[in-house]
């Protein structure tokens, strides 16, 4: 198996990786934010859209967690690939890249998961804080929504580049 194609299909889920991170962090700052909105609305003696915003909140807090499931799911698809060597067969170099493909294909539907969830989240954003300012809130969710394309893009160009490999290599011996 030729190292730079392990290389480069590890260097495609290490910036699916990062995607995901991105996406986490964002959302997490996104919850911060939204817990502090609904303090203030709360203080401003409007209980109701600190409660709505409380609630969004947590959302938010679970989009991450769903998030941190398809950077498990990307680490396991990375590490079954850097397990490939020179001395498998292609075979057992087969099983370790279609493993590889399963994980990133889970990943990505974590992924579209989180971003469907984000989009829940906008709309009760726009509904909590309508004439208000959902902006700083609905900026975030789209700064998450964006981490999470990308991430699902690089995943997308790893899953490719295996499934390449895995043709290339079931063509070894002919």
Known sequence: MATSEIETITADLEQALNA???????????AEHAGQTASRAAATGLHG?????????NQIKAIHEVIASAA???QAAGLA????????SPHEANAHFTTSVAKIEAMREA?????????TAKGRVESA?????????LVRL????????????????AKSRINATIAKTGQLGN
Do not use: E
């Not at 690939?81 to 498998?88: E, G």
């Not at 804080?129 to 809130?137: E, F």
């Open 142 to 157: 789209d700064g998450v929504r964006q981490y999470l394309a990308m991430a699902a893009q690089q995943g997308d160009t």
């Open 72 to 74: 498990s799911l990307g």
């Open 129 to 137: 804080l309508r004439g208000g300012q959902p902006g700083p809130i």
């Open 49 to 57: 859209v600190g409660v709505a915003i409380s609630g969004i909140r």
């Open 81 to 88: 690939v850097r397990q490939v060597s020179d001395q498998m």
């Open 20 to 30: 995901i991170a991105q996406a986490q962090h964002q959302a997490m700052a996104t």
């Open 111 to 119: 992924l579209f998961a989180a971003a469907q969830q984000v989009n």
